[in-house]
């Protein structure tokens, strides 16, 4: 019988406190008007400060962590970040430097910044990158954004429309719509890829840039990739690589070289900061050079070893977000590409390729591969409800709750049905993944015996099914809400 967590509520003894808060000086009913006061006393939990401690403490153990459990969410490569960029992030000299201080007290702060740019202008072989946006989908946007204020340059105002591949992650043709173009969906070849001819059937006049996700959602190299950008450029229009998913790529490809206008990175992602529920992130936009003139402002430059801010240029599409960016979080990228030389980076690459196919390998007998050939940076694999007596692709998910394993993602891409995306990272050690293997494997020996106890998992953990169309729609995060 799994026994619910109280709510600090129900633990609540009256008269029981933790700290005593003196008596102010001054009642608030002498000077607050009437209708300001409190009729009732709060409804707050009454606890010691230790009983406060072990409810926070036991709530966040329930929790599926990076620090805790093996986290192969594809698409959003949560992987170890080292402790030591957490450090860095909170150096005073950072954390407590003002936006609006002259640039000669921002000197290091700028610095920062323009090394990192310069160091992922190396990693792509692009002109150069805004460091504003807090997030990939907001670099989409300003590579939009971007795009948009090229083809206005140039008097090409035929430029309405942007295609996006159907294997490409939600945020693409969001992006693009808030960009205030039509979005034309061009459908994948039966390898998985885009599909080259399609392509070239659906740019025209009226493309104004393609997104691409590199490697795409399936976990795959567009092999065409070179061909794309050609077709692309020939029609006047531009080319955007999703680069989110970076560390399949690190050291082994240049996007510049492929004939990319423009790129994000989900630094996030691939260079630390833990992140999940929506944030802390930063999405730097590199371009080549002819979108320089239009990157948003300000911009770092550096002049005879000293930083300044370049605030006004003609054709900029503008502030993306107040002052630099996210710089907690660029900060920790920056301290990450520091602390790895350029062999130790395409390590990193080859490392998290390696430990994908490892996966997909070990487990495509039982769970085979959506397509069947090595893959990047993740694998996606598939249930079959007909093999596994009508276990489906949700049920293997909440059964790995009870192993100890989160979820891969689930149903996505959206193109493979039943689909389990697993990204095991590069931190992941060999050990992990054949444990989860060895996971995966039980679970599918349930299917065969006793399919029931995995279409009713979890049943370890706290709270079993939950409806979570409606947590995602109606959450109730407030203290004192009931849990049904
Ligand atoms: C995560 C991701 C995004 C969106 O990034 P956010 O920082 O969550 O906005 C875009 N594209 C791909 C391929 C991603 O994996």
């Known amino acids: 019988m799994i026994q619910r967590e109280k709510l600090s509520i129900e633990k609540s003894v009256p008269g029981r406190r933790g700290v005593r808060v003196l008596p102010a000086s001054r009642p608030a009913a002498d000077w607050l008007p009437e209708r300001a006061l409190r009729q009732h006393p709060p409804r707050l939990p009454e606890m010691s400060e230790f009983d406060v401690v072990r409810h926070y403490t036991r709530l966040s153990r329930l929790n599926f962590s990076l620090d805790t459990h093996f986290y192969p969410l594809g698409s959003c490569t949560m992987k170890y970040n080292p402790r030591a960029n957490e450090a860095i992030a909170a150096l005073d000299g950072f954390t407590a430097a003002h936006p609006s201080a002259p640039t000669r007290a921002l000197q290091g702060t700028l610095e920062m910044a323009w090394r990192l740019e310069q160091m992922l202008c190396e990693l792509t072989g692009l002109a150069a990158f805004t460091l504003q946006p807090a997030a990939g989908a907001q670099g989409e946007l300003t590579g939009i954004l971007l795009a948009s204020a090229w083809h206005r340059s140039r008097r090409d105002h035929r430029r309405t429309e942007i295609l996006v591949a159907d294997s490409s992650h939600g945020t693409n043709p969001a992006s693009a719509t808030m960009g205030g173009f039509a979005v034309n969906t061009v459908a994948s070849g039966a390898d998985g890829r885009v599909n080259l001819a399609a392509i070239r059937a659906a740019l025209g006049p009226q493309t104004a840039l393609v997104m691409l996700t590199v490697p795409n959602t399936l976990g795959l190299f567009e092999t065409t990739i070179c061909e794309i950008a ?255």
């Open 230 to 484: 050609q077709a692309v450029h020939e029609a006047g229009a531009l080319l955007y690589l999703d680069g989110a998913n970076y560390n399949a790529l690190m050291g082994l490809v240049r996007p510049a070289d492929i004939g990319a206008d423009i790129l994000h990175f989900n630094v996030h992602k691939s260079f630390s900061t833990p992140h999940g529920g929506g944030g802390p992130g930063a999405g730097p936009v590199g371009v080549a050079a002819h979108l320089v003139p239009f990157l948003p402002l300000p911009r770092v430059i550096e002049k005879n070893g000293r930083y300044i801010l370049k605030s006004s240029a003609r054709k900029s599409i503008g502030r993306m977000r107040t002052c630099l960016g996210n710089v907690a979080v660029l900060l920790r990228g920056y301290a990450y590409l520091r602390s790895h030389d350029a062999v130790a980076l395409r390590g990193i690459a080859e490392d998290a390729i390696l430990n994908a196919n490892y996966v997909r390998v070990k487990l495509s007998d039982l769970y085979p591969a959506a397509i069947d050939e090595p893959c990047m940076h993740e694998c996606v694999l598939q249930t079959n409800p007909e093999q596994m007596r009508g276990v489906k692709t949700l049920d293997v998910a909440k059964r790995l709750l009870d192993y100890g394993f989160h979820a891969p993602t689930i149903y996505f891409p959206l193109i493979v049905p039943e689909a389990l995306m697993i990204e095991p990272t590069e931190t992941e050690s060999r050990e992990t993944l054949d444990a989860f293997v060895a996971a995966m494997r039980a679970i599918h020996a349930e299917a065969m015996t006793d399919p029931e106890q995995v279409q009713t998992a979890p049943h370890h953990l706290p709270v079993r099914r939950l409806d979570e169309l409606a947590a995602a729609r109606n959450p109730t995060v407030a203290w004192g809400a009931t849990i049904p």
